[in-house]
């Protein structure tokens, strides 16, 4: 149940911090929820979503980087 809970706010907040970076809230918020149901696969609760959260923050990044050449 709490494992849920986390995904929504990790989505959400991913959603704010694109949206103050000047990109798509929503779409952001749905890639980290991509991130969220593959880290299902990972047998290690709680730790899996810091794992893709991270992995959708890392991704961020990486696209605005990738988008300033």
């Known amino acids: 149940m709490f494992e849920i809970i986390l995904?929504?706010?990790?989505?959400?907040?991913?959603?704010?911090?694109?949206?103050?970076?000047?990109?798509?809230?929503?779409?952001?918020?749905?890639?980290?929820?991509?991130f969220c149901l593959i880290a299902m696969l990972i047998p290690l609760p709680f730790i899996r979503l810091g794992?893709?959260?991270?992995?959708?923050?890392?991704?961020?990044?990486a696209y605005k980087m990738i988008g300033k050449r």
Request: aromatic share 12%.
């Open 51 to 61: 794992i893709a959260g991270v992995g959708a923050f890392a991704t961020l990044m």
């Open 7 to 34: 995904g929504v706010f990790m989505c959400v907040t991913m959603g704010k911090i694109a949206s103050a970076d000047d990109q798509s809230g929503v779409v952001w918020g749905f890639i980290t929820f991509a």
